[in-house]
T-cell receptor, first 115, second 116 residues
Framework: AQSVTQLDSHVSVSEGTPVLLRCNYSSSYSPSLFWYVQHPNKGLQLLLKYTSAATLVKGINGFEAEFKKSETSFHLTKPSAHMSDAAEYFCAANAGGTSYGKLTFGQGTILTVHP | SAVISQKPSRDICQRGTSLTIQCQVDSQVTMMFWYRQQPGQSLTLIATANQGSEATYESGFVIDKFPISRPNLTFSTLTVSNMSPEDSSIYLC?????????????FGEGSRLTVL
C-alpha cells in the first residue's frame, strides 16, 4: 500500500524568508511524486514532478523539491516566500503501472505568508 | 496541459436531491478521474471513467450513489445522488498528463457543493 504524509498541517513564514514544506512517502514501488498548489476557491495546479530522472526537481514560481530515497522524502522548498505563495500545498504519489492515474495525496499543508 | 471545465462551479442543494456535475476537456483523453475533497481534507479518488465502458469505483464509493457517464472522449458527468450534508465537498474532474507511467494529473477548478 502507498501512503503520503505531510508533516506539517500549517506553515507560517515571513515574506522574503525560505519556505520548507515536508513530505514523506511510503510505497512498495519507485513512485512518481508530485507537488500541487491550491489557491482559495481554485483547482489544483501542478508545481513540479519527480519521475526517476534528476533527484532535484525545479518547478514553477521558484519552487523546487529534492527526492531522497534513503529518507523517503520529497520536501518542497523556495528560497524566498512571496505573498502570492499563500495557499494550500499537496504532496502526491503515483505508483504507476496498473495504478496509472490514481494519485495518493497527503493531507495538505496550509502556507501563510506574513508581510 | 489540458484545459478542463467543470459545471457548476458551486451549488447549494437540498437534502435528498441529486446533482449532476459536468466535465469538459479540450482534447480527447482515454481516462478521466473524479476526486472528492471533503472540507479540510485531502483528495480521494472516487472513480475512473473510460469511454465506452463502466466506470471503475474505488473502495467506499458505489455506482448507485455516484453514477458516472462517459459518452465520448472529451466529456464526463458525475451525479451525486440522494445527497446528505456529508456529501458537501469539492468534486474535481481530472485527466492524466505526461507519458504513461509518470502519472501526473491535471484538474478542473472543481464543483463546490453544499448540502443543507
Amino acid at each position: 500500500a502507498q501512503s503520503v504524509t505531510q508533516l506539517d498541517s500549517h506553515v507560517s513564514v515571513s515574506e522574503g524568508t525560505p519556505v520548507l514544506l515536508r513530505c514523506n512517502y511510503s510505497s512498495s514501488y519507485s513512485p512518481s511524486l508530485f507537488w500541487y498548489v491550491q489557491h482559495p476557491n481554485k483547482g489544483l495546479q501542478l508545481l513540479l514532478k519527480y519521475t526517476s530522472a534528476a533527484t532535484l526537481v525545479k518547478g514553477i514560481n521558484g519552487f523546487e523539491a529534492e527526492f531522497k530515497k534513503s529518507e523517503t522524502s520529497f520536501h518542497l522548498t523556495k528560497p524566498s516566500a512571496h505573498m502570492s505563495d499563500a495557499a494550500e500545498y499537496f504532496c502526491a504519489a503515483n505508483a504507476g503501472g496498473t495504478s496509472y492515474g490514481k494519485l495518493t495525496f497527503g493531507q495538505g499543508t496550509i502556507l501563510t505568508v506574513h508581510p | 496541459s489540458a484545459v478542463i471545465s467543470q459545471k457548476p462551479s458551486r451549488d447549494i442543494c437540498q437534502r435528498g436531491t441529486s446533482l449532476t456535475i459536468q466535465c469538459q476537456v479540450d482534447s480527447q483523453v482515454t481516462m478521466m478521474f473524479w476526486y472528492r475533497q471533503q472540507p479540510g481534507q485531502s483528495l480521494t479518488l472516487i472513480a475512473t471513467a473510460n469511454q465506452g465502458s463502466e466506470a471503475t469505483y474505488e473502495s467506499g464509493f458505489v455506482i448507485d450513489k455516484f453514477p458516472i457517464s462517459r459518452p465520448n472522449l472529451t466529456f464526463s458527468t458525475l451525479t451525486v445522488s440522494n445527497m446528505s450534508p456529508e456529501d458537501s465537498s469539492i468534486y474535481l474532474c481530472s485527466v492524466a498528463g505526461g507519458r504513461r507511467g509518470t502519472g501526473e494529473l491535471f484538474f478542473g477548478e472543481g464543483s463546490r457543493l453544499t448540502v443543507l
